[in-house]
């Protein structure tokens, strides 16, 4: 009994192995009636996904976790975008969908979107969204092969901007452009500053922004005989954005006696001051190399790498000279290629900041080690011919183009070299010192600092500072008139020491 129910079992299972094979075998002669449940991913890494190519795939997953997954995509890659318009400004908006996403919306005229977080977790910069072919600005090209870049010639120059040929001769300089932006006049000291819009000579228009910024702090904390002057040149696209970043972290961290002593919480009233605040503050500013300065130039960059500002500084950036006159010391930190110097009796000139340029040995090998190439492009205005200022460029790319090798902000060009730290040097005043100056990179492209001195010397015994920044500006302007295509933003703060 027992071998014939074995027996019928075996039938059984021999029976229903046949009609599985016979199944499958008809199912694999069906391609298009097969389901396979392995992923469309798996499918295409295959070898022989040309053998699959027509198959179905079934997704078993359920809807929610789609959209869950789907969440989570968009979260871990998310750009928050701004519309800027022109008549309005920075206006913030919540949008917070991927860029494949955003294409698909409406196009809105006179928009621009401006993102403010990295894309991709390594870059982020300026995007103009007009339609679907914008969308490959969303990737650098990193692929690394020989790009000499290339200059507009002056012809083709004049013809897209919209230029005459033009001689310069033609043009009269009025000097009613500049602006006086601080004036005092103390018992011991004097100071002026001035600025002047940048302009396009042959369409005779002032630029669209002042990328310049001047400071001066006079009494910082109430403390007297403790100065500070500063100077910020902008350059990119908001690069005005920038200086003017760094001049309210200037105000807010120098002008609060906490950033000495870290004891002192409240700022405490003048006559509580210690006799000798002065030399503290000096010592607390000189202690471990100056780290204390350095670390507030390494705040002020990191500052604009984060959430805190509403605007791009990929490919914007500014320089920062930052002039501390306490008693008797002067210390000068420097980021970039403003300048500032000590006039001295008998025509003595003392550099109190150097200019740091990418063609500088040390700045260059430090470029270069971090991957940068330091080299000249053709020159935009001598049809072709290797010249121009020495600029700091990728491998295989035709940017940044940094003529500066240490700036703040320029995040893409901190990556090859670029860096924040300052240069600080420190000076002690005594009875021959007659003026300090401190200039853009406007007032110093034409100008020496021997002819700086000229200038100032008729002004020194009338003690008329803001004649003087006036005619320092108006002297630079012409002399960008004689050599360029455009004046430069002008900026200068002069101090007479003695009155």
């Not at 039938?11 to 046949?18: A, P, V």
């Not at 202690?287 to 204390?292: D, L, M, R, V």
């Not at 300048?339 to 740091?356: T, V």
């Not at 070299?417 to 240069?423: A, F, I, R, Y």
Request: hydrophobic share 30%.
């Amino acid at each position: 009994m027992l071998k014939v129910e074995k027996k019928i079992i075996i039938n059984k299972i021999n029976k229903k192995m046949e009609l599985n094979k016979k199944a499958f075998l008809k199912r694999r002669k069906s391609v298009h009636s097969q389901i396979n449940c392995k992923s469309k991913f798996e499918l295409n890494m295959n070898d022989n996904s040309k053998k699959y190519s027509h198959k179905k795939s079934i997704d078993l997953e359920p809807q929610f976790l789609k959209e869950e997954k789907k969440n989570i995509l968009q979260y871990s890659n998310k750009i928050i975008l701004e519309p800027l318009r022109k008549s309005i400004g920075f206006i913030k908006a919540d949008i917070t969908n991927s860029p494949s996403l955003l294409l698909k919306k409406e196009k809105k005229e006179n928009t621009v979107y401006k993102s403010s977080r990295k894309i991709n977790n390594k870059f982020r910069y300026n995007v103009k969204i007009k339609s679907i072919s914008d969308k490959k600005k969303f990737n650098l090209n990193c692929e690394e092969k020989a790009v000499k870049p290339k200059s507009i010639p002056k012809k083709d120059l004049s013809l897209n901007l919209g230029l005459e040929e033009k001689k310069n001769d033609d043009y009269i300089y009025d000097d009613n452009r500049i602006q006086i932006v601080y004036n005092s006049s103390k018992m011991n000291f004097s100071y002026s500053s001035a600025t002047q819009k940048g302009l396009l000579i042959n369409r005779n228009k002032e630029k669209e922004n002042n990328q310049d910024i001047s400071l001066i702090i006079e009494e910082v904390c109430g403390i007297e005989n403790y100065n500070i002057y500063c100077i910020m040149d902008g350059h990119g696209s908001n690069g005005h954005l920038v200086s003017n970043y760094i001049k309210e972290k200037i105000i807010q961290n120098f002008n609060n006696i906490s950033f000495y002593f870290h004891k002192i919480k409240n700022n405490p009233a003048i006559n509580e001051y210690p006799e000798n605040i002065l030399d503290l503050i000096v010592k607390n500013l000189k202690k471990n190399n100056f780290q204390k300065i350095k670390d507030f130039y390494k705040l002020m960059d990191e500052g604009l790498n984060s959430n805190e500002i509403h605007f791009d500084a990929n490919f914007s950036g500014s320089t920062c000279i930052i002039l501390f006159q306490i008693g008797d010391c002067l210390i000068c930190s420097n980021v970039g290629d403003s300048r500032a110097l000590l006039l001295k009796e008998n025509d003595e000139i003392i550099e109190l900041s150097k200019d740091q340029k990418p063609e500088n040995d040390n700045e260059k090998k430090r470029i270069e080690e971090m991957g940068g190439i330091v080299s000249q492009c053709n020159d935009l205005y001598d049809d072709g011919k290797e010249g121009g200022p020495f600029r700091i460029w990728m491998k295989g790319c035709d940017y940044p183009g940094l003529a500066m090798s240490r700036s703040i902000g320029d995040q893409i060009a901190h990556g090859i070299g670029v860096s924040s730290e300052p240069e600080i040097l420190n000076y002690n005043i005594d009875n021959k010192c007659q003026c300090l100056v401190i200039g853009s990179d406007g007032v110093w492209q034409y100008l020496s600092n021997s002819e700086i001195e000229s200038i100032i010397k008729p002004f020194l015994n009338k003690n008329e500072t803001e004649n003087c920044c006036k005619e320092i500006i108006r002297k630079a302007s012409l002399k960008w008139i004689e050599n360029d295509l455009m004046v430069d933003d002008i900026t200068v703060s002069v101090i007479f020491l003695q009155n």
